[in-house]
Nanobody, 122 residues
Framework: QVQLVESGGELVQAGGSLRLSCAAS????????MGWFRHAPGKEREFVAR????????YYADSVKGRFTVSRDTAKTTLYLQMNSLKPEDTAVYYC???WGTGYRVTDYDLWGQGTQVTVSS
């Protein structure tokens, strides 16, 4: 069974950068879409970015467009999220997910990581 394990979350100052990683382990990885979501206290889980595993087409939420970059390394079966110009409102638990379809909705995904905390101080 495939598992997703995120890493890279930490405390950073506003304006700083972080790179999150999400490694897929287990059986052969077969999902077509991988994405990043985040969940801040008192808010619903929010779409951040997605990438098609084959071809690498990406899509971003407006709130992170131009600041975040999603990428993948197919040889390592690893997903990345490069986050630049971080703002306090980016503070959340970030989750990677694998699934099918367009990848904008929580329901597009059937496999989730455990989450990694990103805290941006002002």
């Amino acid at each position: 069974q495939v598992q997703l394990v995120e890493s890279g979350g930490e405390l950073v100052q506003a304006g700083g950068s972080l790179r999150l990683s999400c490694a897929a382990s287990g059986r052969t990885f077969t999902r077509s879409t991988m994405g990043w979501f985040r969940h801040a206290p008192g808010k619903e889980r929010e779409f951040v970015a997605r990438i098609f595993w084959s071809g690498g087409s990406t899509y971003y939420a407006d709130s992170v467009k131009g600041r975040f970059t999603v990428s993948r390394d197919t040889a390592k079966t690893t997903l990345y999220l490069q986050m630049n110009s971080l703002k306090p409102e980016d503070t959340a638990v970030y989750y990677c997910a694998a699934g099918w379809g367009t990848g904008y909705r929580v329901t597009d995904y059937d496999l989730w990581g455990q989450g990694t905390q990103v805290t941006v101080s002002s």
